[in-house]
Protein backbone atom coordinates (compact mmCIF):
# COMPACT_ATOMS: atom_id res chain seq x y z
CA UNK A 1 0.00 0.00 0.00
CA UNK A 2 1.30 3.48 -0.97
CA UNK A 3 -0.33 6.83 -0.70
CA UNK A 4 0.54 10.31 -1.38
CA UNK A 5 0.48 12.03 2.16
CA UNK A 6 -1.76 15.36 2.90
CA UNK A 7 -1.22 16.06 6.40
CA UNK A 8 -2.72 19.43 6.38
CA UNK A 9 -1.72 22.33 9.27
CA UNK A 10 -3.16 21.27 12.36
CA UNK A 11 -1.24 17.85 12.35
CA UNK A 12 1.48 20.09 12.14
CA UNK A 13 0.04 22.25 15.39
CA UNK A 14 -2.48 20.95 17.85
CA UNK A 15 -3.19 17.50 16.48
CA UNK A 16 0.79 16.57 16.10
CA UNK A 17 -0.33 13.67 17.70
CA UNK A 18 -2.52 12.55 15.11
CA UNK A 19 0.03 13.04 12.73
CA UNK A 20 2.83 11.09 14.38
CA UNK A 21 0.41 8.27 15.09
CA UNK A 22 -1.02 8.08 11.55
CA UNK A 23 3.24 7.97 10.16
CA UNK A 24 3.41 5.33 12.97
CA UNK A 25 0.48 2.94 12.54
CA UNK A 26 0.64 2.93 8.53
CA UNK A 27 4.41 1.98 8.66
CA UNK A 28 3.69 -0.67 11.28
CA UNK A 29 1.28 -2.30 8.79
CA UNK A 30 3.75 -1.78 5.97
CA UNK A 31 1.89 1.02 4.13
CA UNK A 32 4.26 3.89 2.81
CA UNK A 33 3.41 7.60 2.86
CA UNK A 34 4.61 9.84 0.49
CA UNK A 35 4.43 13.39 1.86
CA UNK A 36 3.26 15.78 -0.65
CA UNK A 37 6.36 18.17 -1.83
CA UNK A 38 5.54 22.01 -1.01
CA UNK A 39 2.06 21.51 0.58
CA UNK A 40 0.12 24.72 1.72
CA UNK A 41 -3.18 25.40 3.75
CA UNK A 42 -6.52 24.00 1.91
CA UNK A 43 -8.13 27.22 2.88
CA UNK A 44 -9.72 25.49 6.22
CA UNK A 45 -12.67 27.10 7.50
CA UNK A 46 -11.77 30.61 6.38
CA UNK A 47 -10.94 31.23 2.94
CA UNK A 48 -14.58 30.84 1.67
CA UNK A 49 -15.18 33.56 3.53
CA UNK A 50 -12.61 35.67 1.85
CA UNK A 51 -13.06 34.20 -1.63
CA UNK A 52 -15.17 31.18 -3.17
CA UNK A 53 -12.14 30.81 -5.66
CA UNK A 54 -9.34 30.73 -3.14
CA UNK A 55 -11.26 27.90 -1.35
CA UNK A 56 -11.08 26.22 -4.53
CA UNK A 57 -7.67 27.18 -5.65
CA UNK A 58 -5.65 26.27 -2.19
CA UNK A 59 -7.07 22.75 -2.30
CA UNK A 60 -6.32 22.39 -5.98
CA UNK A 61 -2.74 23.50 -5.91
CA UNK A 62 -2.38 20.46 -3.19
CA UNK A 63 -3.89 18.32 -5.65
CA UNK A 64 -1.79 19.44 -8.56
CA UNK A 65 1.54 19.11 -6.16
CA UNK A 66 -0.08 15.25 -5.79
CA UNK A 67 -0.68 14.51 -9.55
CA UNK A 68 2.82 16.18 -10.02
CA UNK A 69 4.17 13.40 -8.01
CA UNK A 70 2.83 10.26 -8.71
CA UNK A 71 -0.89 10.72 -10.22
CA UNK A 72 -1.72 6.95 -9.85
CA UNK A 73 -1.67 7.19 -6.38
CA UNK A 74 -4.60 8.19 -4.20
CA UNK A 75 -3.83 11.35 -1.47
CA UNK A 76 -4.39 10.45 1.90
CA UNK A 77 -5.71 12.96 4.33
CA UNK A 78 -5.96 12.43 8.09
CA UNK A 79 -7.89 15.94 8.91
CA UNK A 80 -11.67 15.66 7.79
CA UNK A 81 -11.51 19.68 7.03
CA UNK A 82 -8.74 19.27 4.79
CA UNK A 83 -10.28 16.07 3.10
CA UNK A 84 -13.95 17.44 2.15
CA UNK A 85 -12.07 20.63 0.89
CA UNK A 86 -9.90 18.64 -1.18
CA UNK A 87 -12.54 15.89 -2.16
CA UNK A 88 -15.18 19.08 -2.93
CA UNK A 89 -12.27 20.15 -5.60
CA UNK A 90 -11.75 16.58 -7.33
CA UNK A 91 -15.81 16.17 -7.27
CA UNK A 92 -16.02 19.79 -9.13
CA UNK A 93 -12.88 18.78 -11.36
CA UNK A 94 -14.16 15.51 -12.16
CA UNK A 95 -17.50 16.67 -13.28
CA UNK A 96 -17.74 20.09 -14.24
CA UNK A 97 -15.10 20.89 -17.27
CA UNK A 98 -15.61 24.65 -17.18
CA UNK A 99 -14.52 24.76 -13.78
CA UNK A 100 -11.72 22.85 -13.90
CA UNK A 101 -10.67 24.81 -17.05
CA UNK A 102 -10.98 27.92 -14.29
CA UNK A 103 -9.00 26.48 -11.73
CA UNK A 104 -6.32 25.00 -14.27
CA UNK A 105 -5.83 28.93 -15.44
CA UNK A 106 -5.03 30.15 -11.92
CA UNK A 107 -2.50 27.10 -11.53
CA UNK A 108 -1.00 27.93 -14.47
CA UNK A 109 1.03 30.62 -12.95
CA UNK A 110 2.62 27.78 -11.41
CA UNK A 111 2.70 25.71 -14.15
CA UNK A 112 0.24 23.66 -12.01
CA UNK A 113 -2.56 21.69 -13.24
CA UNK A 114 -5.04 19.06 -12.06
CA UNK A 115 -6.49 16.43 -14.17
CA UNK A 116 -9.99 15.39 -12.47
CA UNK A 117 -8.92 11.66 -11.99
CA UNK A 118 -7.03 11.57 -8.48
CA UNK A 119 -8.91 10.20 -5.43
CA UNK A 120 -9.24 12.05 -2.49
CA UNK A 121 -9.51 9.79 0.62
CA UNK A 122 -9.86 9.69 4.21
CA UNK A 123 -7.92 8.32 6.77
CA UNK A 124 -10.85 5.92 8.22
CA UNK A 125 -11.68 5.03 4.83
CA UNK A 126 -8.32 4.07 4.24
CA UNK A 127 -8.24 1.75 7.55
CA UNK A 128 -11.17 0.11 6.88
CA UNK A 129 -11.46 -0.20 3.45
CA UNK A 130 -7.64 -1.36 2.60
CA UNK A 131 -6.63 -2.32 5.80
CA UNK A 132 -9.61 -3.70 7.09
CA UNK A 133 -10.02 -5.11 10.70
CA UNK A 134 -8.34 -8.59 10.30
CA UNK A 135 -5.36 -7.03 9.43
CA UNK A 136 -5.28 -5.22 12.62
CA UNK A 137 -6.28 -8.30 14.49
CA UNK A 138 -3.56 -10.28 13.20
CA UNK A 139 -0.91 -7.71 14.36
CA UNK A 140 -2.25 -7.09 17.37
CA UNK A 141 0.05 -7.54 20.00
CA UNK A 142 -1.30 -5.38 23.25
CA UNK A 143 -5.18 -6.51 22.69
CA UNK A 144 -7.21 -3.65 24.62
CA UNK A 145 -9.90 -6.68 26.21
CA UNK A 146 -11.66 -5.22 28.35
CA UNK A 147 -11.89 -1.71 27.55
CA UNK A 148 -15.01 -0.21 25.82
CA UNK A 149 -14.50 2.72 23.20
CA UNK A 150 -16.65 4.88 21.57
CA UNK A 151 -16.15 5.82 17.95
CA UNK A 152 -16.75 9.34 16.86
CA UNK A 153 -16.61 10.22 13.45
CA UNK A 154 -18.25 13.66 13.13
CA UNK A 155 -19.59 15.55 10.53
CA UNK A 156 -17.08 16.17 7.42
CA UNK A 157 -15.51 12.89 7.10
CA UNK A 158 -19.10 11.32 6.22
CA UNK A 159 -21.10 14.93 4.74
CA UNK A 160 -21.94 15.34 2.05
CA UNK A 161 -19.91 12.41 0.15
CA UNK A 162 -21.39 8.84 1.11
CA UNK A 163 -18.17 7.54 0.50
CA UNK A 164 -17.35 4.54 2.22
CA UNK A 165 -19.94 5.00 5.27
CA UNK A 166 -23.40 6.03 5.66
CA UNK A 167 -23.22 9.09 7.27
CA UNK A 168 -26.60 8.89 9.25
CA UNK A 169 -25.43 5.54 10.91
CA UNK A 170 -21.56 5.66 10.79
CA UNK A 171 -20.29 2.11 11.54
CA UNK A 172 -16.68 1.56 9.80
CA UNK A 173 -14.57 2.41 12.91
CA UNK A 174 -16.59 -0.73 14.65
CA UNK A 175 -14.54 -3.81 13.46
CA UNK A 176 -11.26 -1.97 13.53
CA UNK A 177 -12.26 -1.42 17.54
CA UNK A 178 -13.12 -4.71 17.98
CA UNK A 179 -10.04 -5.92 15.99
CA UNK A 180 -7.84 -4.88 19.02
CA UNK A 181 -10.07 -6.96 21.07
CA UNK A 182 -12.11 -3.48 22.67
CA UNK A 183 -15.94 -3.54 22.87
CA UNK A 184 -17.49 -0.68 21.23
CA UNK A 185 -20.24 1.95 23.36
CA UNK A 186 -23.38 1.20 22.23
CA UNK A 187 -24.70 5.03 21.05
CA UNK A 188 -26.26 7.24 18.54
CA UNK A 189 -24.30 10.05 18.78
CA UNK A 190 -21.17 8.94 16.32
CA UNK A 191 -22.24 11.34 13.50
CA UNK A 192 -23.33 13.92 15.72
CA UNK A 193 -21.90 17.45 15.00
CA UNK A 194 -19.47 18.89 17.90
CA UNK A 195 -20.00 22.46 17.17
CA UNK A 196 -16.81 23.17 15.47
CA UNK A 197 -15.53 26.13 14.83
CA UNK A 198 -18.77 27.43 17.20
CA UNK A 199 -16.85 26.88 20.39
CA UNK A 200 -15.27 30.32 19.06
CA UNK A 201 -18.41 32.22 17.99
CA UNK A 202 -21.02 30.60 19.61
CA UNK A 203 -19.76 28.99 22.74
CA UNK A 204 -22.88 28.19 24.10
CA UNK A 205 -23.98 26.15 21.48
CA UNK A 206 -20.93 24.57 21.04
CA UNK A 207 -21.28 23.61 24.79
CA UNK A 208 -24.57 22.16 24.46
CA UNK A 209 -23.63 20.03 21.84
CA UNK A 210 -20.18 19.03 23.57
CA UNK A 211 -21.79 18.26 26.96
CA UNK A 212 -24.65 16.07 25.11
CA UNK A 213 -21.45 13.63 22.92
CA UNK A 214 -19.68 13.33 26.71
CA UNK A 215 -22.55 12.56 28.41
CA UNK A 216 -23.43 9.72 26.08
CA UNK A 217 -19.96 8.18 26.23
CA UNK A 218 -20.87 7.70 29.89
CA UNK A 219 -19.43 4.06 30.60
CA UNK A 220 -16.71 3.76 27.85
CA UNK A 221 -12.99 4.02 28.66
CA UNK A 222 -12.76 6.48 25.72
CA UNK A 223 -13.64 8.31 22.51
CA UNK A 224 -11.60 7.28 19.19
CA UNK A 225 -11.94 10.35 16.88
CA UNK A 226 -10.69 11.24 13.21
CA UNK A 227 -11.21 14.96 12.93
CA UNK A 228 -8.47 17.70 15.14
CA UNK A 229 -11.21 19.90 15.40
CA UNK A 230 -13.74 17.50 17.23
CA UNK A 231 -10.82 15.96 19.18
CA UNK A 232 -9.93 19.76 20.30
CA UNK A 233 -13.29 20.19 21.30
CA UNK A 234 -14.18 17.47 23.00
CA UNK A 235 -10.70 17.06 25.06
CA UNK A 236 -10.07 20.76 26.00
CA UNK A 237 -13.87 21.55 26.55
CA UNK A 238 -14.66 18.98 29.61
CA UNK A 239 -14.63 21.06 32.54
CA UNK A 240 -16.29 23.52 30.92
CA UNK A 241 -19.08 21.24 29.43
CA UNK A 242 -19.26 19.83 32.67
CA UNK A 243 -19.63 22.92 34.44
CA UNK A 244 -22.72 23.56 31.86
CA UNK A 245 -24.10 20.17 32.39
CA UNK A 246 -23.75 20.51 36.42
CA UNK A 247 -21.94 16.81 36.05
CA UNK A 248 -18.16 15.46 35.58
CA UNK A 249 -18.48 14.53 32.11
CA UNK A 250 -14.42 13.95 32.21
CA UNK A 251 -13.62 11.43 29.87
CA UNK A 252 -10.26 10.02 27.79
CA UNK A 253 -10.21 11.13 24.19
CA UNK A 254 -7.80 9.08 21.53
CA UNK A 255 -7.11 9.50 18.31
CA UNK A 256 -8.35 6.34 16.07
CA UNK A 257 -4.68 5.85 14.87
CA UNK A 258 -2.89 6.42 18.43
CA UNK A 259 -5.73 3.30 19.84
CA UNK A 260 -5.01 1.17 17.20
CA UNK A 261 -1.41 1.62 17.14
CA UNK A 262 -1.42 1.06 20.96
CA UNK A 263 -3.23 -2.23 20.34
CA UNK A 264 -0.18 -3.06 17.52
CA UNK A 265 2.52 -2.56 20.09
CA UNK A 266 3.67 0.95 19.83
CA UNK A 267 4.90 2.69 22.80
CA UNK A 268 2.95 5.34 24.29
CA UNK A 269 5.80 7.83 22.89
CA UNK A 270 5.35 6.83 19.42
CA UNK A 271 1.41 7.64 19.13
CA UNK A 272 2.40 10.86 21.13
CA UNK A 273 -0.11 10.14 23.77
CA UNK A 274 1.61 12.64 25.52
CA UNK A 275 0.18 15.29 23.28
CA UNK A 276 -3.45 14.44 24.35
CA UNK A 277 -5.20 16.68 26.65
CA UNK A 278 -7.59 14.14 28.24
CA UNK A 279 -6.11 11.14 29.25
CA UNK A 280 -7.31 9.06 32.65
CA UNK A 281 -4.88 7.18 34.82
CA UNK A 282 -7.37 4.08 34.70
CA UNK A 283 -6.86 4.66 30.70
CA UNK A 284 -3.37 4.13 31.05
CA UNK A 285 -3.65 1.31 33.67
CA UNK A 286 -6.29 -0.47 31.28
CA UNK A 287 -3.28 -0.31 28.69
CA UNK A 288 -0.77 -1.33 30.85
Not at 68 to 94: F, G, H, Q, W
Not at 157 to 183: H, K
Request: charge should be negative.
Amino acid sequence: MKYLYYPGCSLEGTAAEYDASTQALMAAVGAELLEIEDWTCCGASAAEGVSEWLSYALPARNIALAEKMNSELDILVPCSACYLNLKKVTEKARDKADFRSTINDILAEEALSIGGKTEVRHLLDVLSSDLGAKKIRDRVRRPLEGMTIAPYYGCQCLRPYRVFDDPEAPRSMEPLIEATGAAVHSWDMGGRCCGASHMNTKQEVALQLVGGILKAARGADAVATVCPMCQMNLEAYQSRASEEFGEDLNISVVYLPQLLGLALGLSEKEVRLDLNLAVSAGFREKLS
